[in-house]
């Protein structure tokens, strides 16, 4: 069983920045960051693969925030830049196996973490 933790969230103003972090019990998975605003459904954010290198972002949030891995202490990040009100969700990480194909579906996140608030003010 892998187990995934979150931590980094946490109130900030508009056009302001927070840095998400992941650890995961396990490794070389296909790591991910979704996330859920109140009365929506839970949607992508940004996914690296388990080698790393390789990425892909929400179109939302392109050029604004960066994924990023440490494979040698297991952990993901997110680095979230030039905040927006529309980003405050509750963030989740999320892992796939290794053996999952590239871009990975959402059916192939068999781990979640239990989230993290970002709220961000206007």
């Known amino acids: 069983q892998v187990q995934l933790v979150e931590s980094g969230g946490g109130l900030v103003q508009a056009g302001g920045s927070l840095r998400l972090s992941c650890a995961a019990s396990g490794r070389a998975f296909t790591m991910a960051w979704f996330r859920q605003a109140p009365g929506k459904e839970r949607e992508f954010v940004a996914a690296i693969f388990w080698a790393g290198g390789i990425t892909r972002y929400a179109d939302s949030v392109k050029g604004r925030f960066s994924i990023s891995r440490d494979n040698a202490r297991n952990t993901v990040y997110l680095q979230m830049d030039s905040l927006k009100p529309e980003d405050t969700a509750v963030y989740y990480c999320?892992?796939?196996?290794?053996?999952?194909?590239?871009?990975?579906?959402?059916?192939?996140?068999?781990?979640w973490g239990q989230g993290t608030q970002v709220t961000v003010s206007s």
């Open positions: 999320a892992a796939a196996p290794a053996s999952a194909r590239w871009p990975p579906v959402v059916g192939a996140f068999d781990y």
